[in-house]
Nanobody, 117 residues
C-alpha cells in the first residue's frame, strides 16, 4: 500500500507560481513511476507530468505545460514536487498525485489549484 498526501494548492493570479508537494508513505525509490494528473470541472482527468525512479529520473510532460511546469523528486523526503510557473486560467483544476508500484496504481486525495484574477 502507498498513501499519498498532496499539499500546496490555492488561489493564484494568472502569471503566478505555485509548488505542489506529494508526500508518500514509503520510500519513493521503490516506486516505479510517480506523477501528477489534473481534472477540471466537466472534463476527464488528464496527465500533467511523470517522473520515474530509475537513474536521474526520466520525466514526461503534457504538451500544454512544457516549459512552464517542472516535476522533481526528493528521495530523502519521500516527496515529489510540481513547480508550476506562468500559470494560466486553463490550469485551474484539482491536481492529483499518482504512484505506480508493483503494477498497482495509487492516488492522493487531490489539491485544488485556481488561477484567477
Amino acid at each position: 500500500q502507498v498513501q499519498l498526501v498532496e499539499s500546496g494548492g490555492g488561489l493564484v493570479q494568472p502569471g503566478g507560481s505555485l509548488r505542489l508537494s506529494c508526500a508518500a508513505s514509503l520510500s519513493i525509490a521503490s516506486i516505479y513511476k510517480m506523477g501528477w494528473y489534473r481534472q477540471a470541472p466537466g472534463k476527464q482527468r488528464e496527465l500533467v507530468a511523470t517522473i520515474t525512479s530509475g537513474g536521474g529520473g526520466s520525466t514526461n510532460y503534457e504538451d500544454s505545460v512544457k516549459g512552464r511546469f517542472t516535476i522533481s523528486r526528493d528521495n530523502a523526503k519521500n516527496t515529489v514536487y510540481l513547480q508550476m510557473n506562468s500559470l494560466k486560467s486553463e490550469d485551474t483544476a484539482v491536481y492529483y498525485c499518482n504512484a505506480i508500484r508493483d503494477a498497482r496504481m495509487y492516488w492522493g486525495q487531490g489539491t485544488q489549484v485556481t488561477v484567477s484574477s
